[in-house]
């Protein structure tokens, strides 16, 4: 059985958690406060608490779903040889200015990896409000079902993110290497609405640059 190690228990990594546990998987949720603090959410959804270390460690696929601002602060040990996940989008207002986005010379998920040598970064999850996790998925094949887009350098990698978001309720479009993950950061046609494959396909060649809007 496939467990997902999560890094951050807000909205989006409690809502992945849950879809997570309703089809079957193990999930191993964490916060920056430490798996005490986790109590109440843990009873409800049934997943087991850990340290970030602990949910790095035991996840298969593992989603960082902190604020961008506060991936420095990620042990990148325990997360060695892991596939990755990550949830971000960049919010100045909450994040602070960072000069290489501000001038798109880089995304954030070409920042985690950087942070993350010996791990593998998938983008994902990062254009869904956190409730659609659970609330729009449908299964496979059926009419009008949501697509999500991933990004990642490695095919193998962005393979078993894939199946996983096929697993719980989604379809996939691949949108390339990890630096075309800007096609579906917030502001852009794509981020946050309701798409199937083909649909979310146009909205992402549509997506323009910040600097070109």
Known sequence: MTTIGIIGAGNIGSNVARAALAH???????????????????????????????????????????????????????????IVIDANNYYPQRDGRIAELDDESTTTSELLQRQLPGSTVVKAFNHIGAKQIVEHALPSGQAGRRALAVAGDDRAAKDAVAAFIDAIGFDVLDLGPLAEGWRIQRDTPGYVKRFDRDGLAEAVAQAKRYRDL
């Open 24 to 82: 079957g998987y193990e999930v191993v949720l964490s916060n920056s406060r430490g798996p005490e603090t986790l109590t109440e959410l843990i009873a409800e959804l049934g997943a087991v608490a850990g340290t970030a270390a602990e949910a790095a460690e035991r996840g298969d696929l593992v989603v960082v779903a902190i604020p961008l601002g506060d991936i420095g602060g990620i042990d990148p040990a325990p997360l060695e040889g892991k």
